[in-house]
């Protein structure tokens, strides 16, 4: 029997500004990674998206970025060790407050954009992240995306650590995703996304945007919540993963 966590980054409307459909999301996802207010997100927005969490019985991570607003947390940062262990747990600890005052443990940290991409080779970056969760609380889960140095760390640290793959994005030979600016590095055809998943998840292999074959492991799988598609592809993967034998469920399950 196959099984997967599915999760979807979720909380990043601030203000007047909305993104994502995070109401109808929520209801087919079994993992929200709510942005903390840095490069998305603000309390209002994060209150909402941890009580719909709780109503759809889904868990609930911290998906800490730069502070970036105006560049979505997607630029990088030149951030000394102790900036991003501190501007890490801030994000956390915003976070646990609306969790813990709706009955919720935080269950994981999934660094967003330029953070989490950064986290695929550099060590500095990855140990900051890891030692704030671990401080934190040694039970929080540790997100990364397959392959990155950050999940070798945190279990190095006697910290859980999840493989993410994603549904919507592109590879390069390195397992890296693809960078945003480069064609193709979004996948928005649903018929070629989710049989990609599918084998992910079953062979363990996926096809990198230069034709190469890559072994590749994957214990939650992200759908980007302000993707275009990302409803539609959340639905679909339900569906299809019912007909394919893989459950879908919670790391806590």
Not at 24 to 52: K, S
Not at 55 to 76: C, I, N, T
Not at 100 to 125: F, R, T, W
């Amino acid at each position: 029997m196959y099984s997967v966590d599915l999760n979807s980054d979720m909380g990043e409307s601030f203000g007047a500004y909305r993104l994502g459909g995070d109401e109808e999301i929520i209801r087919y996802v079994t993992t929200a990674n709510v942005a903390c207010g840095w490069h998305a997100g603000d309390p209002m927005v994060m209150d909402q998206v941890v009580r719909l969490a709780k109503e759809q019985g889904a868990m609930v991570g911290a998906h800490p970025g730069y502070p970036d607003l105006m560049g979505f947390g997607r630029r990088k940062m030149a951030l000394s060790f102790q900036e991003v262990k501190n501007y890490v747990k801030y994000q956390i600890g915003a976070l646990s407050a609306f969790t813990q005052s709706n009955g919720m443990k935080l269950q994981h940290v999934a660094p967003h954009g330029a953070m989490g991409n950064q986290c695929q080779y550099d060590e500095e970056i990855s140990t900051a992240i890891v030692e704030a969760a671990a401080e934190f609380d040694k039970d929080l889960i540790i997100y990364y995306c397959a392959g990155a140095v950050l999940g070798q760390i945190a279990e190095s640290r006697g910290l859980r650590a999840a493989s993410e793959i994603f549904a919507d994005r592109a590879y390069m030979d390195d397992l890296s995703l693809v960078p945003r600016k480069m064609e193709g590095s979004m996948i928005t055809d649903e018929e070629v996304a989710i049989k990609r998943c599918v084998r992910m998840i079953k062979e363990g292999k996926v096809t990198s945007i230069n034709g190469k074959e890559l072994d590749i492991r994957g214990d939650t799988l992200c759908v980007h919540g302000d993707g275009p598609k990302a409803l539609a592809f959340v639905r679909r993967i339900r569906e299809t993963f019912a007909d394919e034998g893989i459950e879908i469920r919670s790391l806590q399950r």
